[in-house]
Nanobody
Framework: LELAESGGGVVQAGGSLRLSCTAS????????MAWFRQAPGKERERVAA????????YYSDSVKGRFTISRDNAKTTVDLQMTSLKPEDTAIYYC???????????????WGRGTQVTVSS
């Protein structure tokens, strides 16, 4: 499965961005999907995940109520709508695919190259 992120950029605090991840190569519907982020000097953390069918979603406490993950299995895409962005949301954001919507990176087999999100204060 190949994953490619898009939609990153620079935004002012309080603003919004929508990230998109397009998958190709295998049965997208068979994978749980997640968005991780990694800031300089910090560990990679999961911000959101979604089950194979899209029925269940999971969020870190730091983004709950501000970010929304969604997927379209027909289009093989998974999106992350980010609102009320804060400077601490600045990071490289990665799309990942795995067997279950786990919280740790080790459970994900396929990764995109990442897209930079910068939130200015």
């Amino acid at each position: 499965l190949e994953l490619a992120e898009s939609g990153g950029g620079v935004v002012q605090a309080g603003g919004s961005l929508r990230l998109s991840c397009t998958a190709s190569g295998r049965a997208f519907y068979a994978y749980a999907m997640a968005w991780f982020r990694q800031a300089p000097g910090k560990e990679r953390e999961r911000v959101a995940a979604i089950s194979r069918g899209g029925d269940n979603t999971y969020y870190s406490d730091s983004v709950k109520g501000r970010f929304t993950i969604s997927r379209d299995n027909a289009k093989t895409t998974v999106d992350l709508q980010m609102t009320s962005l804060k400077p601490e949301d600045t990071a490289i954001y990665y799309c990942a695919a795995g067997g279950i919507p786990a919280s740790t990176p080790q459970h994900y087999t396929f990764w995109g190259r990442g897209t930079q999100v910068t939130v200015s204060s």
